[in-house]
Each structure stands twice: as structure tokens, then as C-alpha cells.
């Protein structure tokens, strides 16, 4: 029987390589393929916070091998998010034009080899080259995950489909600490990078035959280049400036001319956004429904959540704490995580909508770092602040998350999804930023204190965004299709 859709036919040569294969039929007309689809997503959901929480376990270990600083040390991780910054939003564009499953496939080849690389790396530089090309993987993965949820899952599925994803997100976040700390202080730092790859091996085969091809598309759009250098320019200008005044091996001048060149990148960002005809960020779509305070919250979360993550591992590093122990300690924030972004429907009372949530979510975070700011750094005394911080961002993020991505049109989903992600690359980056100024600046236990104190600072922020009471349109937290694309956490 002919084939009259011409995405069915198979191209020949070099075509093959921007050809979306359909699944098979005995996997696409099961009633459970959606599951299968989901279930392959959630590998990228998976190795994407496996991997944002592994790394900074290897910070001792990597300023030890390198004899580096760490403000040149928390590169590995800046680079990292920097390019996801820089990438998510044209890679979501790219992706709504071109096929989500394509660029999720390739992502998912880069980011592996790219993981094998930097477990390899001679040097300290080389080793952030090869994060860079990892974050490009990544961008790919990340940029498509949500659309590929949401396409793949029928209506009445979705709250199942987007609690599977958080569900992958949060084993990856909550197993990155215990793994990284097991991997550095038995085989190495290497093999943290090492484990990417047989994950990202079984994933590749798995969604060349699981994935759905993507039967809607948008008009190719030219990619907003300019746009894209003013606004890596920007944030690495900033983060650069941030590591000058943190101890990286730079005159102190160097600091200012830095954050001028942020400021002034930054300006003529925005300005080429409001001109352009193709704008990498839609500022009229900014300004409607309350999507600017919704990511800018969901920023000081993401600060929040990553934060401890470097600086826990440092503080129990100067008392003489292994990387093994670190990490089963600092599990308990994740582990928080998790169980909040997986169970909270069934705990919260159902008429609770997105900014109740968000507001109790963003109390608790107040609470928690408050807690860690007047408590000492002990072994005994984290694990309970650190489950609560962990509890209240998994009540806080997808709340707040739905409301962005419900004030977004379905169409622009790739798009919108990229947009979230690239506040969570954002404000993870200043999250390892501001913890290794804070400690550069306020040697010692004194430093400890005022980290934790500037992360509760950025807590408060987040609970300003959501402060003023909801209105009729903030919608009940429940599903609503293809816009409830926000769970990714």
C-alpha cells in the first residue's frame, strides 16, 4: 500500500540524517505507547539531573588533580550552564521547526560522547571545553523533553506523563550526590563523567524506535545569531566578573570592566529583542500573564536548589569529611525533592492552585536555609533542613512552572519549555556563583553562615513573586493539556 504522508517515506543518502523514523506499527497503535515514549524521555530526565547534581562532588578532587583554585574549579559546572543559557531557546526553535524527536536523538549522541570526553581530559581546560559540547547535548535534550511529553501522552494522561518525567528527574537528582560521592572516592572523578555513557547508549536505541515522530510543525524561522552572542556575552561576562572577585587568577580591575561588559550586553540584548522580527525572547510574550515573575522565581528557586549543593560538600570538606559521606548527607535534599514533585497532588489539599503552592513551597525554603544559617555545619544537624529545602522546591517548582508554561500558547511550547530551562541553566550558574563568592569573601565558618544567608535572601525573592494573592486566573494546579508542559523540574 502506498505511503501518501511524505514523512513516512524513507529518504535516501544524506537525507536520512534529518529523517524522523515513525516507530513501528506493533509499538505505535498499543494503547500503552505513550508509556513506552514517556519512559524513554525520562532517561534524558535522568542523566541531566544525575549529572547537575554529581559534579560538585568533584570539586576537592578536580582542585587537587588540576592544582587550581576554586573559582577556576567551579567552571566545569559554569561553562556547562552557560552554553545550556545560550542554546535552549534557538535549540527549541530549531526543534518545533525541524522534529523534536531528531534533535532529542542527536542530543542524546552528543551529550554520551561528549561524557566520555570529559572523563578523559588531560587538563582543566580541555575538561570545560568538553562540558561545553556536553551542555549542547543537553540543550537538545532538554529543549524537547517537555514538547515530546505532551505530544506523546493522550489529554487525559498528561498529569500521569509529566509525574513519570518528575519522577526520572528526581531519582537522577536524588542518586547524583551518593553515586558522585561513592565514584570519587573509590575509582575517581573520571567515572562520574564515565557513567553517562552506558545510560546514553541504551536511550539512543530506545528512542530511535520508542520516540514519536513530530506531526506538527512549526514555519523555520532564521535563528537570531546576534541575539545569541549578546546573550552568552552577557551572562558569561557576568559569571566571569563573579570568578575574578571569587579568586580566579585575574587583576581585580578586571572584576568592573567585566561586569560593565555584562550590564552593556545585556541592555543591547533587550533592545535587539524589542527590534528584531525573529526575537530569541518574545518580550510582548513576557509581559502577559505574569510569565516574567513566574521565571524570575522560578531562577532564585533553581539558585536555591543548586546552591548547597556545592557549598555542603565544601563545608563538611574543611572538618575532614570524605566525598562519600558528603554525598549520602547532602541525598537528603534531593530525596526531598522527589518525594514533594511526585507525591505533593496527593498530599496538598485539592483546592489549592499554583500560587498557594508556590507560597507554602517558598515559606519552607525561607525556613530551611534560615535553619542552616543558625545551626552549625554538622553531620548530625543537615539532613533535616536539607529534606525540608528539599520538600518546599518540589512543592515550589511545578507549581510554578505550570503557571508559566499555562500562560504560554501551545504552539510556542518548545519555545516557552526552552525558557524555563534556560532560567533553571541561569540560575543554577549563580547559584555555584554565589556560593563561591560568598565563601571567597567571608573566610571560614563566618563564610558558611553568610553563604547560607545569601541563598535564604534569594529564597525571600522567590516568595515576593508569588506574595500577592491569586487571581482568577492562576488556574488549580490541575491539568490542562498541552500547556501544563511545565513539570519540567
Given at each position: ?75 566545569v559546572s559554569l561553562a556547562y550552564m552557560l552554553a545550556l543559557v545560550a542554546l535552549l531557546i534557538p535549540v527549541g526553535r530549531l526543534s518545533d521547526a ?88 573509590t575509582i575517581g572523578w573520571r567515572w562520574v563523567f564515565g557513567i553517562n555513557v552506558p545510560v546514553g547508549i541504551i536511550a539512543l536505541i530506545a528512542g ?282
Amino acid at each position: 500500500m502506498a505511503i501518501s504522508d511524505p514523512d513516512l517515506r524513507r529518504p535516501r543518502g544524506w537525507a536520512l540524517l534529518t529523517w524522523e523514523r515513525p516507530r513501528p506499527d506493533l509499538i505505535r497503535t498499543r494503547p500503552w505507547a505513550w508509556r513506552l515514549a514517556v519512559a524513554t524521555v525520562c532517561f534524558g530526565a535522568f542523566m541531566g539531573q544525575l549529572d547537575a547534581s554529581i559534579v560538585t562532588l568533584t570539586y576537592q578532587a578536580l582542585r587537587g588533580q588540576f592544582h587550581t583554585p576554586l573559582a577556576a574549579v567551579q567552571w566545569v559546572s559554569l561553562a556547562y550552564m552557560l552554553a545550556l543559557v545560550a542554546l535552549l531557546i534557538p535549540v527549541g526553535r530549531l526543534s518545533d521547526a525541524h522534529g523534536r524527536k531528531l534533535m532529542y536523538l542527536y542530543g542524546f549522541a552528543l551529550f554520551t560522547a561528549a561524557s566520555a570526553a570529559c572523563g578523559l581530559a588531560p587538563t582543566l581546560t580541555l575538561l570545560i571545553v568538553f562540558r561545553v559540547l556536553q551542555a549542547a547535548g543537553a540543550a537538545m535534550l532538554q529543549a524537547n523533553s517537555v514538547a515530546l511529553v505532551t505530544t506523546s501522552a493522550p489529554p487525559n494522561k498528561m498529569r500521569t506523563a509529566l509525574g513519570m518525567q518528575a519522577a526520572g528527574q528526581a531519582i537522577g537528582l536524588a542518586l547524583g550526590p551518593t553515586i558522585g560521592g561513592a565514584l570519587v572516592d573509590t575509582i575517581g572523578w573520571r567515572w562520574v563523567f564515565g557513567i553517562n555513557v552506558p545510560v546514553g547508549i541504551i536511550a539512543l536505541i530506545a528512542g530511535h524506535y520508542l520516540l514519536p515522530r513530530t506531526r506538527q510543525r512549526s514555519t523555520t524561522n532564521r535563528v537570531d545569531l546576534p541575539g545569541i552572542l549578546l546573550l552568552a556575552t552577557s551572562t558569561t561576562a557576568l559569571l566571569l566578573g563573579l570568578s575574578v572577585a571569587s579568586g580566579l587568577g585575574l587583576p581585580q580591575w578586571a572584576t568592573a570592566v567585566l561586569l560593565t561588559l555584562a550590564v552593556t550586553a545585556g541592555w543591547a540584548f533587550v533592545r535587539r529583542q524589542a527590534r528584531t522580527t525573529n526575537p530569541l525572547v518574545d518580550l510582548a510574550l513576557l509581559r502577559s500573564g505574569g510569565i516574567s515573575p513566574g521565571l524570575f522565581g522560578g531562577l532564585c528557586a533553581y539558585l536555591v536548589l543548586f546552591g548547597p549543593l556545592v557549598l555542603v560538600p565544601i563545608g563538611l570538606a574543611r572538618q575532614g569529611v570524605g566525598a562519600l559521606t558528603s554525598g549520602l548527607i547532602l541525598t537528603a535534599l534531593p530525596v526531598g525533592f522527589a518525594v514533594a514533585a511526585t507525591l505533593a497532588d496527593r498530599v496538598l489539599p485539592p483546592g489549592w492552585g499554583n500560587r498557594a503552592r508556590s507560597r507554602t513551597g517558598a515559606l519552607g525554603c525561607v525556613l530551611a536555609l534560615g535553619l542552616m544559617a543558625l545551626l552549625p555545619l554538622r553531620e548530625a544537624l543537615l539532613p533535616a533542613p536539607l529534606v525540608l529545602l528539599g520538600l518546599s522546591l518540589g512543592v515550589f517548582l511545578p507549581a510554578n512552572n505550570t503557571a508559566v508554561m499555562r500562560a504560554i500558547p501551545t504552539a510556542a511550547s518548545g519555545t516557552g519549555g526552552g525558557m524555563v530551562n534556560m532560567t533553571r541553566g541561569l540560575g543554577t550558574a549563580l547559584g555555584v556563583a554565589a556560593v563561591t563568592l560568598t565563601l571567597h569573601l567571608a573566610p571560614g565558618t563566618a563564610g558558611l553562615t553568610a553563604a547560607f544567608a545569601v541563598l535564604a535572601a534569594f529564597a525571600l525573592l522567590a516568595l515576593a513573586t508569588v506574595a500577592r494573592p491569586a487571581s482568577p486566573e492562576s488556574g488549580s494546579g490541575g491539568s490542562s493539556g498541552g500547556a501544563d508542559a511545565s513539570f519540567e523540574l
